[in-house]
């Protein structure tokens, strides 16, 4: 947080993301630091609905102003225009000025397919890569190792 740099948590569904984006965020907040939490799909939707009631300026000052802001699940959905054009907007705000913390099940070499325009794309990851930490997790889904160990109890149990 201090150093204003980037964690980029990347792995298969249910195997700890999350979990640890909102862990990082509850250390930041025991530090002192303001900490907002959110999907990057409802982000997005948030600033597209906000220029019908001109509140842009002020939604987007929301996601800038936080000493971190976690977004997670990039890449769940595919951007239009304009959420890239909304997702640079907050991500150029925040460079060297603040961190960001952004969850993905897609490996890093897809994130440029992920974002519409090839250019707002590079321009995006340069930013947000360069005093970037990335968290590869892999294994199965622990969701999913929960739900054999059910179904696996209720079969014994018959």
């Not at 990057?40 to 000493?67: C, G, H, I, W």
């Not at 997670?72 to 997702?87: A, W």
């Not at 961190?99 to 992920?114: H, L, P, Q, V």
């Not at 340069?126 to 199965?140: P, S, Y």
């Amino acid at each position: 947080m201090r150093k204003k740099e980037n964690v980029a948590p990347i792995g298969p569904p249910g195997t700890g993301k999350t979990l640890l984006a909102i862990s990082l965020g509850v250390k930041a907040v025991t530090q002192g630091y303001k900490v907002l939490f959110t999907t990057v799909n409802e982000m997005l939707e948030e600033l597209y609905l906000s220029r019908a009631d001109n509140s842009f300026n002020q939604k987007l000052r929301q996601y800038t102003n936080p000493d971190l802001l976690i977004l997670d699940e990039l890449g769940l959905k595919k951007l239009n225009q304009n959420s890239v054009d909304d997702f640079y907007e907050i991500v150029a705000k925040r460079y060297e000025n603040s961190s960001i913390i952004i969850t993905s099940n897609k490996s890093f070499d897809e994130w440029g397919r992920i974002f519409y325009d090839p250019v707002l794309a590079t321009a995006i990851l340069d930013r947000f890569v360069q005093h970037c930490h990335f968290v590869v997790i892999k294994g199965e889904s622990y969701r999913m190792k929960q739900q054999q160990k059910t179904l696996k109890n209720i079969t014994e149990a018959q």
